[in-house]
């Protein structure tokens, strides 16, 4: 299934301290466990090939929900989550941010000699869609994160991102193998950035005659080269703002989560008993998991799972981490033994938000809900880097453990 997007992606400095990168890890690894599990590892690729789940990915896992940084998080976390256990689950990540990216090569002979891959072949890909990002594609960005991931059976995708320090705004590109017929005509799944004027592309098929006459390329604007794609326009502001969400959908999460009657069934769906706050996180996540792509229109609704480190649109509820990752992780051990009643529970929560969002059609008050998330954060351990700032020595991260820059 092909599935491209078109965003800005605003630069967004800063460090994601221990106490979340860790919790992202896992929370990433378990999230990846069951789409693997469920829909496979193709399933899995075409997923990160698609800006928009991507860009939800990251929120749901309390990333700040709008900008570049959740490319360089997203990536770390899955291949720290990952590491050890590649074989077991048949994916390898490789690269990453900087000179992380220049490893790619020297991981993927690895990985080929350990799988019996065509490796020269891999890293032979992994050079070309570089270079076509940084040098074919002429749209002002230098490419300064590149990972490739790669499957066990050869499939692979690519996601990667360049920077513009004149505008200050990132784009990223996606590639998934099963979409790429041609390296040199419109290979992209997706292309993520803001409209900045003609670029030069290489790889549009319009090209095709001037790469087999030697002629000038002419350049050609974004809006023709990928007309095709779904575009997400990712504002320059931090905040959470209510027209950043979907309401009606936010909504039903939150119908499904805070009235008792669908709380106490969606608790049953779980075999758990479970508190509103933690249904409203798991019911996000069961979205990740098993939504279709049309429900990511909106990634900044994600972020209402586990809040953001910059407190946006709240501080991210360490309690309410800490224990939806118990429950996934328990449903994903216990499907290991053959008992797949709570692996299942996570779809059929899925399904029952979407049954409520289409029979009572909810509205989200936003700004009850955002005085609500702050009312309680103190309750549930709420945290962001603000209180690291402060010297809060529970939460000091230690200079050389600051695991993630961007």
């Known amino acids: 299934m ?18 979340l990168a ?10 990846t466990e069951s789409i693997v599990s469920q829909y ?38 899955l291949k720290r989550g990952l590491k050890g256990r590649e074989h077991e689950l048949g994916i390898y990540i490789c690269g990453g ?37 940084n040098n074919a594609i002429g749209d002002g960005f230098q490419i300064y994160l590149h990972s490739f991931i790669v499957t066990a059976n050869g499939e692979w995708a690519v996601v990667q991102q360049g920077l513009n320090e004149g505008n200050g705004l990132a784009r990223r590109y996606h590639w998934h193998s099963a979409n790429v017929h041609d390296f040199v005509t419109e290979p992209h799944t997706g292309i993520v950035g803001e409209n900045e004027g003609d670029i030069l592309n290489l790889v549009d098929r ?15 604007p974004p809006d023709k080269t990928i007309a095709q794609l779904r575009r997400l326009v990712m504002p320059r502001h931090h905040e959470v703002t209510a027209r950043d969400v979907d309401l009606k959908r936010l909504g039903a999460v939150l119908a499904v989560s805070y009235e008792r009657q669908l709380r106490d069934f969606s608790s049953l769906l779980l075999t758990e008993n479970l508190g509103p706050r933690t249904l409203q996180t798991l019911a ?5 998991v098993h939504g279709a792509p049309s429900r990511f229109s909106d990634p900044a609704r994600f972020s209402f799972a586990l809040g953001g480190k910059d407190r946006h649109p709240f ?15 328990r449903s994903l051990d216990a499907a290991k033994l053959g008992r797949t ?49 402060r010297g809060n020595k529970r939460s000091e991260v230690v200079r050389d453990k600051q695991l993630l820059l961007f």
Do not use: C, N
């Not at 860790?22 to 999230?31: T, Y």
């Not at 193709?42 to 940084?69: I, K, Y």
């Not at 490893?103 to 270079?131: F, M, N, Q, W, Y």
């Open 40 to 77: 496979g590892v193709s399933e899995f690729l075409a997923r990160l090939s698609d800006p928009f789940w991507f860009q939800a990915f990251g929120a749901v896992m309390g990333m700040d929900w709008h900008s570049s940084g959740i490319t360089t998080s997203v990536i770390g976390a």
């Open 206 to 220: 319009r090209a095709k005659p001037a790469h087999e006459a030697l002629l000038q390329i002419a350049s050609e």
């Open 284 to 288: 996000l996540v069961a979205e990740v």
């Open 97 to 133: 941010r900087g000179k992380q990216s220049r490893k790619t090569p020297s991981e993927l002979l690895h990985i080929g000699e350990t799988r019996g891959l065509d490796a020269a072949s891999l890293v032979r890909t992994s050079r070309l869609t570089a270079k076509i990002d």
């Open 341 to 389: 009643d709570k692996v299942d529970g996570f779809k059929r929560l899925d399904s029952l938000v979407r049954r409520v969002e289409k029979s009572v059609e909810p509205q989200a008050d936003f700004d009850s809900v955002i005085q609500h998330e702050f009312a309680i954060s103190p309750g549930l351990d709420g945290r962001s880097v603000f209180d690291d700032r």
């Open 2 to 19: 092909k599935r491209s997007g078109y965003a800005d992606l605003p630069l967004h400095g800063g460090r994601v301290p221990v106490w």
């Open 315 to 329: 501080p991210v509820p360490l309690k309410t981490y800490d224990e939806s990752l118990s429950v996934l992780r």
């Open 22 to 31: 860790e919790r992202m890890q896992k929370l990433g690894s378990a999230i």
